[in-house]
């Protein structure tokens, strides 16, 4: 039996990267993003089997039809990635930000529990398998300029950190990744120089390695590990001096 894998955010850049080797690795894959023809283009470059769902995270309907769907067709999945995600740069001072600030946490935090809540009962009823939530370095600390996805993977790790210890009694598994900079097209409107950028297709091996692994929570690439440690234990008045000389996030208006 092949393994089967439900990715979010499949259209572009990590969860692409995502689809591409779990298909080398000979996936039975669920395809989920808002652009359908972007997803159409992707399952035939694919070496196996993948279903194709425009669906936006944000919707609980849209997501609840893919999954049963998808079970419907090929039965309950092994492993459930919430990869969809957005980021902007946000200032709360900025009025039309605050919609932003709202979509930021629609997609980065509601729709990870939109892609999961489909899935909690089959698996429980099964007795196994695996949610995968992708978060961010920068959930660790809040980054100037950009406390929209900031507080929107902050609140994710955490999240992600209680339904772990929530799903362990039905031996199901929970892996949060928390990634730093990762050659895609949400990194190719930074302007600013990214330190350790990885590039998308070895991101994919790692990531799916810590899978494999079952890691609880993980960052990526290790180096961004090393600086998560001393940003996390830094103490305040250090990070605001520099928090004050970092780039900015750019706002998309």
Not at 31 to 40: H, N, P, S
Not at 79 to 107: C, H, K, P, R
Not at 188 to 206: C, E, G, Q, S
Request: glycine share 8%; charged share 20%.
């Amino acid at each position: 039996m092949p393994l089967k894998v439900i990715i979010t955010g499949a259209s572009s850049g990590i969860g692409e990267a995502l689809a591409i080797e779990y298909s080398k690795q000979g996936a039975l894959i669920g395809l989920i993003a808002r652009r359908k023809e972007k997803l159409q283009a992707l399952q035939k470059k694919l070496l196996t089997k993948a279903l194709v769902y425009e669906v936006d995270v944000n919707n609980i309907d849209q997501c609840r039809w893919a999954a049963e769907d998808f079970m419907a067709l090929h039965g309950i999945p092994d492993i459930v990635i919430a990869n969809a995600g957005i980021s902007s740069g946000t200032l709360t001072e900025n009025y039309s930000d605050i919609q932003t600030f709202q979509s930021i946490f629609n997609t980065n935090m509601f729709g990870v529990l939109h892609t999961f809540y489909p899935f909690i009962k089959p698996f429980k009823k099964r007795g196994s398998g695996q949610f995968v939530g992708i978060a961010s370095i920068a959930g660790i600390r809040g980054l100037p300029g950009a406390g929209g996805y900031s507080a929107s993977k902050s609140a994710l790790i955490n999240y992600l950190e209680s339904f772990r210890i929530e799903m362990a009694t039905n031996n199901i598994d929970v892996t949060t990744i928390a990634p730093g900079y990762i050659k895609s097209p949400m990194t190719d409107i930074n302007n600013f120089t990214m330190p350790f950028l990885m590039p998308v297709d070895k991101a994919a091996k790692a990531f799916i390695s810590a899978i494999h692994k079952k890691k609880k929570f993980t960052i990526i690439p290790w180096q961004m590990g090393i600086i998560a440690k001393f940003m996390h234990i830094m103490p305040v008045s250090l990070w605001d001096w520099i928090g004050k000389r970092m780039p900015r996030k750019k706002r998309i208006d």
